[in-house]
């Protein structure tokens, strides 16, 4: 592909006379013209523009930004924003090609462009970073076509600058903290099953599954995947603050990120390492619990986030069902012995730690399952053994797989399947928990449930 002449020209975007462009709409600190048949969506923290789908997969996206606070310096904010919104998004081909800076209604504008590669796509990707007020703005442009030049430039002359930012976009700071990362891979890399009660957002290149709720929208993202360094662990060191940019956590200093944190590890339904956590997090009076799940994806991770109020369990619900059957495109299954890590017997319980069981089942290498007699007190494993060979039992039947799904029979019931996972959690610095949950793979295309979590005795 042709880069896209002139495209960062900047006098195209400092020149612009309002009055030449019709239907200017306003996002922040910036004012801008959608081009003409594109699609606009809100996203986390930002608004993106991209063009419909052609049947051909061409593409162009710009993806303009909320402003930020700082004080550092325009050519210090534009490589920062190059680092993380350009390079923490696709590979680039080198250093970007520059422009001769400018200033704008006391803002400095600095803009660079280079080619780029994620997966089989190629294309243009330019950043324009605007900086004054103790503020910084940035616009991505993303396109792998000049099929759109026209528009493009269009767009670029169309926007202009303001002195100061909306008090729409005070609110959607305090309410988004997620950073937004656009990738024209993002649709292909992951196979989805859309939460019940929940929507799939794939417009333009980005993909997110949305929620509205009576505590307003709620938001999973599932971002670009970045390099690892071989430790779940040491990524979520770096990636949650790169994350949640600009929260720190609540009441305690961001150093105590994990001990202060609920910590789920376990695998994905390809078999694939996953490391979840949560935090409470605040910006300007703002109190959520952020979270990010990492997947290890050989020598990249999968990075999927979201935000939920305290006391919130929208999130944490739409997240377990995701676990359940999330998978990674282009990646080989590992064979997992389902049989025998579910060997045993299985508890749960109305406490946190297990004293109080309402319902125990105990499945065998045999491939047979029995629902055992509920006890009001913690016991071990001998106890319902002791049931099961003295008959004393309220049910029993056979259980075989397919995949991540368990199939159970009684001798005069229908066949029932669920979806299964092992994890194991832990809350700060206590011990972590070795733990399985189940979903119904007929379930409720209307209602998602509460996992109950099962430890093993």
Request: proline content about 2%; hydrophobic content about 35%.
């Amino acid at each position: 592909m042709k880069p896209i002449k002139n495209m960062l020209l900047l006098n195209l975007l400092l020149m612009v006379s309002s009055t030449c462009f019709a239907q200017k709409q306003a996002f922040d600190v910036i004012n801008y013209v959608i081009p003409n048949g594109w699609d606009k969506m809100e996203m986390a923290n930002g608004i993106q523009l991209s063009t419909k789908n052609d049947g051909k997969g061409n593409y162009a996206a710009a993806v303009i930004l909320n402003s930020v606070a700082t004080e550092a310096p325009a050519n210090e904010n534009f490589m920062t924003s190059w680092e993380k919104l350009v390079k923490g998004t696709v590979s680039v081909s080198g250093e970007p090609n520059m422009q001769n800076p400018a200033t704008e209604k006391g803002w400095n504008v600095i803009s660079g462009q280079a080619s780029y590669t994620d997966g089989s796509n190629k294309g243009w990707v330019t950043l324009i970073t605007a900086t004054g007020n103790g503020k910084m703005a940035n616009v991505v442009i993303m396109t792998n076509t000049d099929k759109y030049q026209n528009q493009i430039l269009d767009f670029i002359k169309s926007l202009d600058l303001n002195e100061t930012a909306t008090a729409q976009n005070n609110n959607t700071q305090q309410n988004s903290p997620t950073n937004y990362t656009t990738s024209s891979g993002n649709k292909n890399r992951y196979s989805i099953t859309v939460p019940p009660t929940w929507s799939l957002n794939a417009s333009g290149n980005s993909l997110t599954l949305e929620k509205n709720t009576t505590t307003g929208k709620k938001i999973i993202e599932l971002m670009s995947m970045v390099k690892s360094s071989g430790s779940l662990e040491k990524d979520m060191e770096h990636i949650f603050f790169e994350v949640f940019d600009g929260w720190g956590l609540y009441n305690s200093s961001n150093n105590q990120l994990f001990e202060k944190g609920d910590h789920e590890k376990g695998v994905t339904s390809q078999g694939l390492p996953y490391y979840m956590l949560s935090n409470s997090i605040s910006k300007n009076g703002s109190v959520v619990k952020g979270t990010v799940l990492l997947i290890q994806v050989g020598t990249n991770v999968a990075v999927i986030n979201s935000a939920d109020i305290i006391l919130g369990s929208e999130m944490e619900m739409g997240l377990n069902f995701l676990l359940f059957t999330l998978k990674i495109n282009g990646v080989a299954e590992k064979n997992m012995d389902y049989k025998k890590q579910l060997t045993g017997t299985w508890v749960s319980s109305s406490g946190s730690y297990g004293n109080s069981l309402s319902f125990a089942t105990s499945y065998t290498v045999e491939g047979k399952y029995y629902v055992l007699a509920q006890s009001s007190y913690t016991v071990g494993y001998d106890y319902y053994n002791d049931l099961i060979k003295s008959k004393q039992f309220k049910g029993e039947g056979v259980f075989a797989f397919k995949g991540n799904v368990m199939e159970r029979k009684t001798s005069s019931g229908p066949v029932t399947k669920y979806f299964i996972r092992f994890y194991s959690r832990k809350s700060g610095n206590n011990e972590w928990r070795n733990l399985m949950g189940f979903y119904a793979f007929n379930y409720d295309k209307n209602r998602i449930e509460t996992i109950v979590p099962f430890q093993k005795i």
